[in-house]
């Protein structure tokens, strides 16, 4: 390429990024710092400065039919979460420990519909009523609270536990799946692929009348959900996503907008006012399997490393970041280096999404209770 239309070319992408930069500023008031910091989200009054975050393990399997993903919380940790976590300068790491699951051996019980039963709703419905009442609880001390998974059935207990405690909640789900389907239009039975349809208020004539499950009350609308990295999707979700509008952005429309475009609509979506309280539902399978193969249903062609982190660091800068899963790390589903590198990038995922990455820091303001993530290094130039 001559190097004059490599000088216009990259003129371009610096009045593109500045547009960009003009636009989120004046919608979502980047101006004022980004980043983690309390937003006076919660109920309590608490002085002692500092973001406190509470993390809780949700060993959960029995969503799914694999053995394994209960010793998700455990591999996270081993991989060095807390310890990653601890020492930053005006955040305060509460461990919480794990919530009471129980393990079910195969098929415990399962609810007749008319096609595919439905597996283990009894023992899914009471860890997460008791993972519901926990993460409300962890609310009433902490400004955000990190689960870790679990199937992403732990998301019934997560949001409904999140939604108690903060009004106003918005979902961003970041997942190969949309994880919409109902009892009827599932394909396995596997409650995994079902969470949100028993949160969602459009879909509540959908649900089966399961003693276990009355805990769980409508609490999220389709506007207040968004997806991302969605590629597998069952035809009964389709036509869910379209009856209702659900906000999305597909792996393909990542490939053809790129990952800053698709992070600005969703959020815009989802958070218009740009400060509800976010619960980030992330599961690992959105990575591509080269990157976190550890976990029970891979899709292939998913997001990059960086995508990934780019999705994490635009929801630390929105300062809006209440509650967030990690869900669905299985260490059992592969060789111990890639279940040991799956856990690692867990851990980087949630490092970003709290605001810490490499390409930025964390400062406490002196004086302030509030932690501010500062850009240390940015692209935009002159
Ligand atoms: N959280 C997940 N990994 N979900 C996978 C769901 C797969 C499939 N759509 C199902 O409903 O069975
Ligand atoms: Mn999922």
Excluded at 94 to 99: A, I, L, N, T
Excluded at 248 to 262: L, P, T, Y
């Amino acid at each position: 390429m001559a190097s004059s239309t490599r000088t216009l070319l990259s003129k371009c992408r610096t009045l593109l990024r500045q547009n960009v930069d003009n636009v989120r500023g004046s919608r979502r008031n980047y101006h004022e710092g980004t980043g983690l910091h309390r937003r006076n989200f919660n109920t309590h009054n608490k002085t002692d400065g500092g973001v406190q975050i509470g993390i809780l393990g949700a060993p959960i399997q029995s969503g799914q039919r694999n053995h394994g993903v209960q010793f998700g919380p455990e591999a996270i940790r081993k991989a060095g979460l807390i310890e990653h976590l601890d020492h930053h300068v005006g955040m305060t790491i509460k461990d919480f420990g794990d919530v009471e699951a129980g393990y079910v051996q195969g098929h415990a019980d399962f609810y007749l519909t008319g096609k595919t039963p439905l597996r283990n709703p009894t023992s899914t419905a009471q860890a997460n009523s008791k993972v519901a009442d926990t993460v409300e609880n962890i609310l009433k001390s902490c400004d955000v609270c990190l689960t870790l998974g679990g199937d992403h059935s732990t998301a019934i207990g997560t949001i409904t536990g999140h939604a108690r405690a903060r009004e106003n909640i918005s979902v961003l789900w970041v997942d190969a799946h949309p994880d919409l389907n109902t009892p009827v239009s599932s394909p396995s039975g596997n409650i995994h692929g079902m969470p949100l349809h028993f949160l969602m208020h459009d879909l509540q004539n959908e649900r089966l009348s399961i003693p276990e499950f009355e805990w769980v009350k409508p609490c999220i609308t389709s506007s207040n959900l968004g997806y991302i990295a969605i590629r597998d999707i069952d035809p009964g979700e389709i036509a869910i996503m379209k009856r209702y509008n659900i906000p999305h952005c597909s792996i393909r429309e990542i490939d053809r907008n790129g990952i800053a475009h698709c992070m600005e609509k969703i959020l815009d979506m989802i958070n218009p006012s740009g400060n509800r309280p976010i619960h980030l539902s992330f599961d690992i399978d959105s990575l591509d399997p080269s990157i976190a193969p550890a976990t029970g249903t891979r899709v292939r062609g998913g997001l990059t490393y960086r995508e990934g982190m780019y999705i994490c660091e635009e929801v630390a800068r929105t300062g809006c970041l209440s509650a967030m899963d990690l869900v669905e790390v299985n260490p059992e589903l592969s060789n111990f280096r890639e279940a040991k590198r799956t856990s690692e990038v867990a851990v980087e995922i949630i490092k970003h999404a709290l605001g810490l990455s490499d390409t930025y820091k964390l400062e406490r303001h002196p004086q302030q209770t509030r932690l501010k993530c500062e850009l240390v290094f940015s692209d935009a130039q002159p």
